[in-house]
């Protein structure tokens, strides 16, 4: 038995360190890191069991060839010589007839590693294929929101919380995808620290919070102008603060927050006036409030301005000047890592780029030229991207050659002509920078490749190689990457040796209590931004306001509810669907509705019940309870149709635009539910 110190891969902001105790080659112990202070020893109840992934009885053995029509999942297994043999020959021909953007292939971020994920990206740069404009059913519009407010920088440190006088959960289920931070947010609460919890459901937070707002979804932006209005109203801005530091404010105060009294702002969203004011003077009265910014806010037409609000409020109390204080909704944009190195080592400069949402319309109607060929790692859009019926009518296209790679036999693997073994990350070495903390680690592997499995590394490495690519990195050695990764590097990172982190363990890149100097901003001002000319520019409002979601006004109507959607607690989209027991500790796919709701149309708790709208309807099992207010079906997690009753929710949701950062709408959708 020996112990193999790693880094989670999945795609969640906290990215551990862990310690895997191997025996014979087996994972038998998966544990957090106590070397890590953030994470500090303990994973989530997910990857405790990864080693039930790797080792799980659903791993894909060697490769498949497809036997059957597309989609019937009929497939016979070849060798990896034949499979790359026919990749080869197919790529190279339809290169020669129809140019490299004829294909598109791409990895996303079921492995966060920069060179299991990164490389894969470079290879398709390389060849000047079409590219994927990934992140759009994630996080691109919280990113844009965030970056038309605060810039392309991180946020408040998750490590500060232990300095704050209040924490607010805005949108973030913290159970589910923070564990660490909820547990950074108990030890506060021991000090006295009050928690307040913002959130449509009624999340395991909010259950225990000090206040907790059940917010109509899509309001957001309403409830932070009413706080402002109140923190001027009761003259509890930091005037000084907002001076130096912010951009247009006095704008703000005069042709924004008059409209946004707390009546007006208890109408729209739904909250009691009393609720309002007290969230507002908790705020008011807190020096070091630490705000938790989630991207649930950002999922509807209007999510950029939602989030984009919310970021400026820390502005008002001048909370982002004090350690301890401001707002974190993500940490990526720290890292100034050479990243161009490993995803794109060559390449044209312009490409045809394919919004990650609209994968399906594009392989269906583009035509100049068609998309002849796809591949497909570490991401199931037949699942987890909006208007699945047009994606899986894209997959179908007899026409499409289509690669998946993938540890499992993914729902979108089952539409592919040919799907390859991949590892989990337990069986790769990779390097990794955190979304939702400062840190950075290398990661060693715990455990041989299972099977005939080869990680999206080696894979792309070889692929490269029969496509006649010379770039060095497609030869390297991912710790010879490693250096490359720091090329140029500026500030902290430059104080860093990369020879030495495939031994250092966690490295942060934080600042400390004693050195913070306050939130940077990276806007064009330099300053926080609560009037953006860059958002003008785009015909956006350049200042902070609440509007109607335009979709409300096309799909509302009698009887009908509005979507909800959610993270599993027990699985992450369908990363964990291998995995028997998570599964089952989440539960048959479900939908809640309030019992007013459920009792308005007759249905009780625990039958099957249809949710449809003009796109499809799926089937699924119901529960009544009081975790969402009237008007709202929530349905947690985006789970394959084989685990559900009948179909999978995005079959329910548009494949429409976010007014910032061209994301994902999919609780811009409004729903009939109804016995099945
Ligand atoms: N267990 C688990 N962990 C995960 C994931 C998972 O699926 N499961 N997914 C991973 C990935 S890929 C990502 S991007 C992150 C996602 O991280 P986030 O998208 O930040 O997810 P949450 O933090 O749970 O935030 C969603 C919360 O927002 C709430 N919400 C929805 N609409 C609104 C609204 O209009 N206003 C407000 N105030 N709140 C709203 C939801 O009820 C939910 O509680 O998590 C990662 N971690
Ligand atoms: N309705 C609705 N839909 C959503 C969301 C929502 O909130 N609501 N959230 C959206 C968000 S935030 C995201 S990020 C997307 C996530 O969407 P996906 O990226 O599709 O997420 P996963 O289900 O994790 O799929 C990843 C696939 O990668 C495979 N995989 C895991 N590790 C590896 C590896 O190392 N190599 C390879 N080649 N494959 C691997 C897994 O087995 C799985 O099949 O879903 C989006 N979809
Ligand atoms: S909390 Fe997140 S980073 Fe940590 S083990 Fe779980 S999924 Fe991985
Ligand atoms: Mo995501």
Redesign the pocket.
């Known amino acids: 038995m020996h112990t193999v110190r790693t880094v989670c891969a ?4 906290d990215m551990c360190s862990l310690l895997v105790h191997v025996d014979q080659g087996r994972v038998v112990k998966v544990e957090g890191d106590p070397g890590q202070p953030f994470t500090a020893g303990f994973a ?1 109840g ?1 990857v405790n069991r990864d080693g039930d992934l790797v080792h799980s009885p659903d791993r894909l053995a060697t490769p498949l060839r497809r036997t059957g029509p597309k989609g019937s999942g009929q497939f016979a297994p070849i060798t990896w010589d034949e499979a790359l043999d026919t990749i080869e020959t197919t790529w190279k021909r339809i290169i020669a007839e129809s140019g490299p953007e004829a294909i598109l292939g791409y990895a996303y ?1 079921a492995h966060q590693g920069l060179m299991n994920r990164g490389l894969t990206n470079g290879l398709f740069h390389a060849l000047g294929t079409s590219r994927l404009l990934g992140g759009t059913v ?2 691109s519009c ?1 990113e844009a929101a965030w970056e038309a407010a605060v810039g392309p920088v991180g946020g408040a440190d998750p490590e500060s919380l232990d300095a704050s006088d209040l924490v607010v959960c ?5 159970h ?3 564990v660490h931070v909820w547990a950074k947010v108990e030890h506060a609460r021991k000090r006295g620290v009050k928690l307040v919890v ?4 009624r ?1 395991r937070a909010a259950a225990n919070a000090d206040l907790y707002l059940p ?6 932006s309403a ?1 932070a102008l009413g706080v402002m209005h109140i923190l001027v109203r009761d003259g509890l801005a930091d005037r000084a603060y907002l001076a130096q530091h912010t951009l247009g404010f006095e704008r703000v105060e005069a042709e924004i927050l008059p409209r946004f009294t707390p009546a007006y702002v208890a109408e729209v969203t739904g909250l009691a006036v009393a609720d309002i004011e007290s969230f507002a003077a908790w705020y008011g009265a807190a020096k070091r409030s630490f705000l ?9 037409t209007h ?1 950029g301005q ?1 989030l984009r609000t ?1 970021a400026l409020l820390p502005g008002v109390t001048g909370a982002y000047g004090r350690w301890g204080g401001g707002a974190l909704c993500a940490t990526a944009s720290a890292f100034g890592l050479n990243y161009g190195a490993v995803r794109k080592p060559s390449g044209p400069a312009q490409a045809r780029t394919v919004n990650h949402l609209k994968l399906g319309e594009a392989l269906l109607e583009e035509t100049d030229p068609p998309i002849r060929a796809l591949f497909i790692a570490a991401n199931n859009p037949a699942v987890t991207n909006p208007d699945t019926a047009k994606m899986r009518r894209a997959l179908a296209r007899e026409d499409l050659f289509t690669v998946v790679h993938d540890p499992f036999l993914s729902t979108t693997a089952r539409w592919a002509d040919l799907v390859l073994p991949a590892t989990t990350y337990l069986e790769t070495e990779d390097f990794f920078r955190a979304y939702g903390t400062y840190y950075m680690q290398w990661a060693n592997q715990a455990v041989p490749p299972q099977g005939e499995a080869w990680s999206n590394f080696r894979l792309t490495q070889e692929l490269a190689r029969r496509m006649g690519l010379a770039d060095p990195v497609f030869r390297m050695s991912q710790r010879e990457i490693l250096g490359e990764l720091f090329q140029g590097a500026t500030g902290k990172l430059a104080e860093i040796d990369p020879a030495t982190l495939p031994e250092a363990g966690p490295v942060s890149i934080a600042d400390s209590a004693e050195t913070f100097q306050g939130q940077v901003f990276g806007t064009p001002s330099g300053k926080l931004e609560f009037y953006s000319a860059t958002l003008a520019a785009q015909g956006l409002p350049a200042l902070p306001d609440w509007q109607p979601d335009p979709e409300a006004a096309k799909q509302a109507g009698p009887g009908r509810l509005q979507l ?10 369908t ?1 964990f669907t291998g995995n028997a027991f998570l599964r089952a500790r989440e539960g048959a796919p479900c939908a809640v509705l309030h019992p007013d709701d459920a009792a308005a149309r007759g249905l009780s708790h625990g039958q099957t019940v249809r949710l449809s709208n003009d796109r499809g309807s799926v089937a699924l099992v119901l529960h009544v309870r009081e975790e969402v207010r009237p008007g709202v079906v ?1 349905v947690p ?2 789970r394959p149709d084989e685990e559900a009753v009948e179909g999978t929710v995005n079959m329910l949701c548009g494949d429409g635009f976010t007014d910032m950062g061209a994301g994902a709408t999919y ?1 811009s959708t409004w729903l009939e539910v109804r016995a099945a």
């Open positions: 999945h795609d969640c902001p989530c997910k971020s994630c996080d919280s805005w949108g973030a289920d913290l589910a995808t923070n913002i959130d449509p459901r999340t917010i109509r979804i899509g309001t957001d409830l938790r910014i989630g991207f649930g806010m950002s999922r509807f999510g939602n919310v909800l959607t959610t993270p599993g607690y027990f699985q992450s989209h990363a929530l997690g985006q609780q």
